[in-house]
């Protein structure tokens, strides 16, 4: 599954809807990634204001792999 993410909030669905998917609970998926319960419990609520590295270690517990798709500015295209 693939999912498109442009908000704190949409990152926060996701990762509780793959958290959910896997029978993880919050205090079991905190302890797999180092992060206290109530930090995964902010970014499921989609708190804008989360530390990046805390929120990839929550990721790669879960086994989310993260991909970034910068615009095309100043390359040529293939025409």
């Known amino acids: 599954m693939t999912s498109t993410v442009s908000d704190p909030p949409a990152l926060g669905r ?3 809807e793959t958290r959910r998917a896997l029978g993880l609970t919050q205090p079991k998926l905190a302890l797999s990634a180092g992060v206290g319960v109530r930090f995964l419990v902010d970014i499921e609520k989609g708190k ?6 805390k929120i990839m270690r929550v990721l790669a517990a879960l086994g989310i792999d993260l991909q ?10 293939d025409a």
């Open 14 to 16: 996701t990762i509780r």
């Open 48 to 53: 804008p204001t989360a530390q990046i590295g």
């Open 68 to 77: 970034l798709s910068p615009p095309n500015i100043g390359k040529p295209t």
